[in-house]
């Protein structure tokens, strides 16, 4: 019986884990065992009884057609719109170069603002650090705006739509592979962000030059910032096609496939909640604190508002589970 199993995971492979195909699947290896037990009453080996199994079964091309059939009657076209490997790695080249982007864009902020200090000493070195300032500025917006755009693009293209079991496959060994680099980006740029603030304390109590510190603060803590916001966009990268079935590009705001994936029968419900919830707390919150006079504490509406909806969303997402149990 585990031969045949495996079997079928071998023909799923590929195929979107959704809903649909999961009960397919299931439907299958019912069907197959079912076919198995009959051949053994006959008399057939175990042996036999498998391999007559299988090939009756047929190939993997022919289940693909007929799932294919299915979902062109059905209310969405899951299958064929599937991620695939050619599309996730195109996707993880985008994330590359946008995180490249964004933190050389950050840099040159932080590297302007450790330039306009010198502004303070007059003369030629002030016209200087302004122009340097600006000059980086506009660095950094030429780098972020054009390749943030171009990353908005590519999670256009995947939002919602269902990942093969390859490519999540693949995303998890990539994300495996980056967690040493992202640990190691991650610990030194915030060891970098901690070592810069001596700098300030350092040359201010030393040596009295109070502009330098700060310079070398922004500069330090800027390379620092690079290292962290380079690695954590290329990590979030790999992790957004390993955590859920669908493609998720907001996790506040899910697709409707794959929240009704994650929330199954709840799904209509959440979507109506997060619809009207936020709008509502903020009406309450005006309107309450108006009538009440009370502005001096409403606001705290807000800080019990969070938690509350965090728990609406994982009440519904564990009732979902419930459900699948």
Known sequence: MKTIKNYLDSLFLNVPKTPETEKAKEDLLSNMEDHYYELINEGKSEQEAIGTVIYEFGSIDELLAELELDKEHGEDNEFL?????EEAFDFWSTVRRFALA??????????ALSGV???????????LAVVFFFVLVAIGVGLIVPNGMKYSKAFELLED???????????????????????????????????????????????????????????IAGIGVFLIVYTSIIYDGFKKMTENNYFISDEDEPGPRATKDVYGENAPFINFIRKIYWPSIIVIYFLGSSIMEAWSYSWLIFVLAGPIYSFIMERGQNDKEDEEQ
């Open 81 to 85: 719109d599937a991620i695939d490997l």
């Open 102 to 111: 964004v933190s050389l864009g950050v840099l040159s902020f932080c590297l």
């Open 117 to 127: 200090v010198f502004a303070d000493y007059g003369s030629i070195i002030s016209v």
């Open 161 to 219: 739509r269902p990942l093969t079991q390859r490519t999540r496959t693949k995303a998890s060994e990539k994300l495996k592979d980056y967690e040493k680099s992202f640990r190691y980006g991650l610990t030194v740029g915030i060891g970098l962000c901690i070592l810069a603030i001596p700098c300030i304390i350092f040359f201010d109590e030393l040596f009295g030059l109070t502009i330098l510190g700060t310079s070398l603060f922004f500069s």
